[in-house]
């Protein structure tokens, strides 16, 4: 008996960790049949119907970092087995794929890891992680050619939530092209474990501009004001790391905030944590926040991206308008810190919504839709 016959894609970003834990795992799952070559930067762990393929060091010792990683998607892309490309994040990986894939006519999708920022981002490049866009004076140039070559070319738009998905049909994108799946959380680790909640507000945010970290402190600064006995973890590290240290050293907070900078075991301060805080300047959305909730952590977020999406202000949550307004962030904690029975349904509600809309199972099932309605 032949076996059956299988689908081959490529895909390409940059690799991390959240890639790893919250987007493979449900598509493998939902499609047994797929093969992934996942052309990167670095290899990831072992798994199985996934290979990946990193440029060789002398090309990249030759070539540089990018120029390297778009010789050797040439390379894959070109293949006949392979049916479908997939990036995530249009700067600076739909750049890198969309040329061989338009030359060898197979189908590209674009995942918008940021939202709409990955797409809309010349009025405001400062907040993007991509260091090139960071750097430009005047972006649009990139904006137009990436817009150009994600609405001409791009087969599908993987959306993270209504907000990204409204941009998008702004555009004149067709629904049918819009695909509102994103990352899963898996429920069978990150749950509650009945640790005592010891840790009032817990940071997940990497030490950058788009983070607003001196907005972090001022908040943290304000709750703290109120409830003396107030505690505080920050987990995350980055290029803003001294001067944050500095702030937070000669601040209020210096002893009652523990910065624990990157960890692996982010799972057992989540177990621990009561609230989550979230101040970005701009968001998708936020794994970090969606795995805290999965544990019991109720989130208090800026209304930016597509937060909205989890964070309902009054069911599982509390959604900042006036985003820039420390007071506003501390106030939403303190009542949620000052009302336990309030906070406990908040936390139901919260990992009920993981469970329900993106849990590893939940995703699985969108996938199977997705590829059964094609």
């Not at 009945?194 to 817990?202: A, C, E, K, T």
């Not at 001196?214 to 001294?242: C, Q, Y």
């Not at 309902?312 to 000052?338: M, N, Q, S, V, W």
């Amino acid at each position: 008996m032949s076996s059956p016959t299988k689908k081959h894609w490529v895909i390409t970003t940059t690799l991390n960790n959240n890639l790893l834990k919250a987007k493979l795992p449900p598509l493998l799952e939902a499609l047994p049949d797929l093969e992934i070559i996942f052309v990167s930067d670095r290899a990831g762990p072992e798994m199985n119907r996934v290979r990946w393929v990193v440029p060789p060091s002398w090309l990249h010792k030759l070539a540089g970092r990018l120029i390297s990683r778009e010789v050797v998607l040439w390379r894959e892309i070109s293949r006949k087995s392979v049916e479908r490309v997939m990036v995530y994040n249009a700067v600076p990986h739909l750049l890198l794929a969309y040329p061989p894939a338009k030359w060898f006519g197979k189908k590209l999708d674009l995942h918008l890891i940021a939202g709409r920022l990955d797409l809309d981002f010349a009025d405001r490049p400062d907040v993007m992680v991509n260091r090139v866009v960071r750097r430009l004076k005047s972006p649009r140039g990139l904006q137009k050619l990436v817009r150009k070559w994600a609405f001409g070319y791009c087969a599908r738009l993987f959306a993270p939530g209504i907000r990204a998905r409204e941009f998008l049909l702004e555009q004149g994108i067709s629904p049918e092209r819009i695909v509102n799946i994103h990352s899963a959380v898996n429920p069978t680790v990150y749950s509650p474990d009945g640790s005592v909640r010891d840790i009032d507000v817990l940071v997940i945010s990497n030490l950058q501009k788009r983070k607003r970290p001196e907005l972090t402190i001022r908040i943290l600064e304000n709750v703290l004001k109120r409830k003396p006995d107030a505690k505080f973890v920050w987990i995350g590290d980055g290029h803003m790391r001294d001067d944050v240290h500095r702030l937070v050293e000669s601040s209020s907070l210096r002893d009652s905030l523990i910065m624990v900078g990157h960890t692996d075991d982010v799972l057992s301060y989540d177990r621990r944590a009561k609230i989550f805080l979230l101040n970005s300047l701009s968001e998708g959305l936020s794994c970090a926040c969606m795995e805290a909730m999965a544990a019991g952590v109720v989130p208090v977020s800026s209304d930016v991206g597509d937060m909205a999406e989890i964070v309902r202000t009054g069911e599982t949550g509390t959604l900042i308008e006036k985003h820039d307004d420390p007071l506003g962030y501390a106030d939403a904690i303190l009542a949620l810190l000052e009302d336990e029975s309030e906070r406990e349904r908040f936390a139901k509600n919260g990992r009920d919504l993981i469970l329900r809309e993106h849990s590893f199972e939940a995703i699985r099932e969108a996938w199977r839709r997705l590829e059964s309605e094609k």
